[in-house]
């Protein structure tokens, strides 16, 4: 009669369940928050915007900001209509030039909000640190 072993045959294979198990579960976790991490929102302080006008007004330094007119037409640089190209590259120009990096966002009543976003966006990703978002004021 042949004799076995006490523990049976020593196992060559490596186990890759507990390797798929931890890797599903890292899968899972990036796909949870990858979405929070690449979101690019646009960060609106209230209390803040609303004292903007008046800090601008006490600076005038209205000339040293870049200043964006949001019409329906398009954006608007000191009277001039702009693509959205080159609102970029002249806020590339503008932010590499030094100083402050705060850019005012003026938008008309009748443009859409999405309009309005859209050249925020723009002004962002070209360099702009802070958006100043300003309601227009009729002197008729």
Known sequence: MARKEPYGQPITEVNVIPLADVVTTLIVIFLVTM??????????????????????????SVQDKLTVLVAESG??????????SELGALTRQRMADGGDRTVIVVPEDPVL????VTVMDVLKQNGAEGLALLNKVDTE
């Open 35 to 60: 979405p929070a991490v690449l979101w690019s929102g646009i960060q609106v302080n209230a209390t803040r915007a609303a004292r903007t006008h008046e800090v601008v007004r006490k600076e005038r």
């Open 75 to 84: 954006p608007q640089v000191d009277g001039i209509t702009l693509s959205l």
């Open 113 to 116: 909000l999405g309009r309005v």
